[in-house]
């Protein structure tokens, strides 16, 4: 997908300098994946403990040692 961006100077060449050899596209592809992926787990975190999980490897094990 074509996206025309204005993205400040010093930002992107900022960006280049920790990629070596990469074209500014990966450079800023790369930036995306990264922001998403440390999201993800950001949100994953905020989750923790709000939800409730029943232990049923127990009760499983015993199901399977019977059959």
Not at 35 to 60: C, F, K, M, P, W
Request: hydrophobic share 40%.
């Amino acid at each position: 997908m074509r996206t025309t961006l204005e993205l400040d100077d010093v930002l992107v060449a900022s960006l280049m300098s920790r990629l070596p050899g990469v074209s500014k596209t990966e450079a800023i592809q790369r930036a995306v994946r990264f922001y998403l992926t440390h999201d993800a787990v950001d949100q994953l975190r905020q989750l923790a403990g709000t939800v409730e999980i029943e232990d049923l490897s127990r009760n499983l094990r015993a199901t399977d040692r019977t059959t």
